[in-house]
T-cell receptor, first 116, second 110 residues
């Protein structure tokens, strides 16, 4: 597996502000993903973070709202921009370790965001 | 997008009872996975299934990949209080990111 560290673990933010979430992995990984989990719901894929190029966003998610960076094979950030209370969710980083033959995704502990 | 139908949505059981939950899909997938999410944590992988018909165990947990590649079940035997949590099925084919079911919320009454 891989050790995935997400920061911050939780935050309370005012509407209209932005929050950047960091995801650090202890080894190089081939793929990194960002998911959102709204209260009491399942996980929904926001985007695939591509190393050295623009992220690939799923339907319903746009770069202006959720800009993503992935400068190298061990680190990525997700920014939640111009926040509103509807953005209150858990945001999860997920990776596929490069040394594994199978497409198994591992998850960080998540960032719990509350927007007032 | 792809949809997984996971049932039941929630379960309340007595400690020591066996539990069964399942997922179905309208599409064929090459890999079925079962995760558990504890409060305040990210999902943790329990079992991965790669072959149609495959039956795999992990301690008290047993999961099977359906022969049609469109369904899977997870069984938990002799439940204990720490089994409490949300169980998710997830699927993928090739290098596509995981698609998750809606989850089964398990409560164990001591």
């Amino acid at each position: 597996s891989a050790v995935i560290s997400q920061k911050p673990s939780r935050d309370i933010c005012q509407r209209g502000t932005s929050l950047t979430i960091q995801c650090q992995v202890d080894s190089q990984v081939t793929m990194m993903f960002w998911y959102r989990q709204q209260p009491g719901q399942s996980l929904t894929l926001i985007a695939t973070a591509n190393q050295g190029s623009e992220a690939t966003y799923e339907s319903g998610f746009v770069i202006d709202k959720f800009p993503i960076s992935r400068p190298n094979l061990t680190f990525s950030t997700l920014t939640v921009s111009n926040m509103s209370p509807e953005d209150s969710s858990i945001y999860l980083c997920s990776v596929v370790p490069g040394h594994l033959a199978k497409n198994i995704q591992y998850f960080g502990a998540g960032t719990r965001l509350s927007v007032l | 997008g792809q949809q997984l139908n996971q049932s039941p949505q929630s379960m309340f059981i007595q400690e020591g009872e066996d539990v069964s939950m399942n997922c179905t899909s309208s599409s064929i997938f090459n890999t079925w996975l079962w995760y558990k999410q504890d409060p305040g944590e990210g999902p943790v992988l329990l079992i991965a299934l790669y072959k149609a018909g495959e039956l795999t165990s992990n301690g008290r947990l047993t999961a099977q990949f359906g022969t049609t590649r469109k369904d899977s079940f997870l069984n938990i035997s002799a439940s204990i209080p720490s089994d409490v949590g949300i169980y998710f099925c997830a699927v993928t084919s090739g290098n596509t990111p995981l698609v998750f079911g809606k989850g089964t919320r398990l409560s164990v009454i001591a």
